[in-house]
């Protein structure tokens, strides 16, 4: 394997696991395409096909109409959701899980970063607002999390404070649910497929909003999108560390988090790979805790919890109407069309010199970026929106996904009002709409 190929995972004093590199796009796999409209199979690409068996055509039940559906409830979909319904549309947000928060809470993944940056008159900056800041705020307040400029949370408490947030929003959470396909007419999504325990169902829907973080809907869509790989770990929880240096501090006293994982880049798409890694990360931890407890002055730590969700870090990326690209992040590029704005996350070389993190700048996210090339009414946000392998270290974060969730949702919310596209809507009523709720804008 090349050195382009391979991924550091160093663990820092602060206890974030920091990515060295920003992942790499799948070698030998066609590229989706918008320009030739030749979106490849998934499957194939992924996984080896022996061959193929008929599935009987059958009828669909339609069991609800909605005017935003949105699947996949991690931050952004949950920010996406929230959002929808604060503007009055009947939302419903599906999650094939039992709980909120995505890899926040179920990948155990505590600290929200790149919420600040270098401001334009160079002093260190917040860039997020929003949704974002109001439920970090929550957290911090009630001692559920610690660290105001980049909360490190209990994740317990997360999932609380999401589950009464959408309740209060009025959002309809549907969970263990998996979106498994859509309907269509012409360029719109008609319905999304939901597999659940009664067989598959159908829901109808004005608009869509992928947070599947996966880019389920737009491959379904046919919309163009990179496949990439990046590096699989799976976090965890250790108790009985109170007094000792151990993982990373946690809001919960003798409570500490850490990360075990692969260096090279792996296909989050492969379902069996990541099976297998699951299955390896498990066994390799229980190891590594006995050895810890075969230590007298680690006797009483213990495994608290293995996060429930492997920790994939970006598969399938929009090619959205205009990728954000790492020359436009690090040189102050402002859109008419703006949506939210990122933090920085880590150092990087950039035009061959070293960009230490407190001279990165903030940067702004277009509206152009959430939206895809042919669907009409779907907007996608979370770590599958529109942005260059360059950013992945920004835009996958935590907070940058609430910020995209956020704009999706509340536009979702206005094209059904106005019953509009999405790309047809005034984005200045939107950019309006997004500073009532305290977005940022401007650096
Ligand atoms: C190991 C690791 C460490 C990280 N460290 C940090 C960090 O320190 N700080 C930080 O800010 N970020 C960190 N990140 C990144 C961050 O956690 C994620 O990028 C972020 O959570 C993505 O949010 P999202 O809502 O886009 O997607 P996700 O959090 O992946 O949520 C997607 C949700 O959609 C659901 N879903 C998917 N497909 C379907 C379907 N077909 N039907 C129904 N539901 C579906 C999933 O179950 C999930 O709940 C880390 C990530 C990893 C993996």
Known sequence: M?????????????????????????????????????????????LHVQGYVKEPSHKIPVVASVDVIVVGGGPAGVAAAVSAARQGASTMLVEKTSYLGGLWTGGLVLPVLATHGKGKSGEWTKATGG??????????????????????????????????????????????AVAAGVTMSGNRVESILLDCNTGRIAVKCKMAVDASGDGCLFNWTGDPYEAR??????????????????????????????????????DGLDVFRVSELQQKHRLDLWDRIETLRRKPETKDV??????????????????????????????????????????????????????????RPVWQIPYRSILPQQTANLLVCGRCFGYDQGITWDAREI????????????????SAAYRCAPRDIDVKILQNKLVKEKVRLAF
């Open 131 to 176: 949704i974002c800041v109001e439920l970090c705020d929550k957290l911090l307040k009630e001692g559920w999390a610690f660290n105001p400029d980049s909360p490190r949370v209990d994740p317990e408490a997360t999932k609380y404070l999401l589950d009464k947030t959408v309740y209060d929003a009025g959002v309809r959470v549907v969970y263990n």
């Open 302 to 359: 213990y495994l608290m919890e293995v996060a429930p969700t492997t920790g994939v870090r970006v598969t399938r990326v929009l090619n959205s109407l205009h990728n954000v690209t790492l020359a436009e992040s690090m040189e102050w590029t402002t859109y008419d069309d703006v949506i939210g704005m990122s933090g920085a996350c880590d150092p990087f070389d950039y035009k061959g010199r070293r960009v230490e993190k407190k001279d």
């Open 2 to 46: 090349s050195v382009a190929c391979m991924a550091a995972t160093a663990y820092s004093p602060a206890g974030r696991a920091q990515d060295v590199y920003a992942g790499v796009i799948v070698p030998g796999v066609k590229q989706s395409d918008g320009r030739a409209g030749n979106v490849s199979n998934a499957v194939e690409d992924h």
């Open 229 to 266: 790989r990046y590096h699989i770990s799976t976090s965890y929880l250790l108790g009985g560390c109170k007094g000792k240096k151990i993982g990373g501090k946690t809001p919960v006293d003798d409570m500490r988090f850490s990360t075990i994982g692969t260096r090279a880049h792996e």
């Open 399 to 414: 907070s940058t996904c609430m910020v995209t969730g956020q704009a999706a949702g509340t536009a979702a919310a206005l």
